[in-house]
């Protein structure tokens, strides 16, 4: 039997201690954790938030004080149609709708499903070596169900620097917004008497 050094052992574990802290901080790259807020929807469940929705929020926090459906989704709405229809195609594709004057007017907003969410942009850098020299970056946006049933929309962008334990700076912009979701029957006619809205 092979007789390992004291000096062998305790370079193994610094390799495996090294290599665990690295996992450890290429983890915390990952996506953002859905706010509290939000529901998180596994796959095949995007679907849930098939609806309408208002075009106005009725709450928002952060950094923008306003922000509509009609600039998120960077769409030339006309000032009558107040609210959206959601259709989700696949787990990769939102199709955006409205009426106005009779006719269908859409726009397909292509993402991607992660961790409870749809992604319209996630970006995730880091760069350096764990614990000693680093930089990192999550900037994304993203469109999830909320707790009652309403349509949350939140955009973050986090910047982190550090140099082993002596400098930590981190900037971090974050702002989140709810809208309304309208039913029929309620707050819309059925949905074979739309088009005679202005009649």
Known sequence: ???????D?????KIIALLFIIAICLSSCGAKSIPQDAVFLYEDQLEFMDGYYAIEPYQNFGQSNYLSLEEFFNMKIPIFVEYLEFEFQDEETLRVS????????????KGKHKKGAFYLEKKHRFIGIPLIFWTQKKYGKRVMMGKDDNL?????DENNFGIIEFIRLSQEDYEIHFYNRLYENVQLPPKDKKNSLDN
Not at 1 to 7: D, G, Q, R, S
Not at 98 to 109: A, G, H, R, V
Not at 152 to 156: F, K, L, N, Q, S
């Open 9 to 13: 052992i305790l370079y193994r574990f």
């Open 1 to 7: 039997m092979k007789n390992f050094k004291p000096i």
């Open 152 to 156: 949350v929309i939140d955009i973050y």
């Open 98 to 109: 409205y009426e106005f004057e009779n006719e269908t007017f859409d726009k397909i907003i």
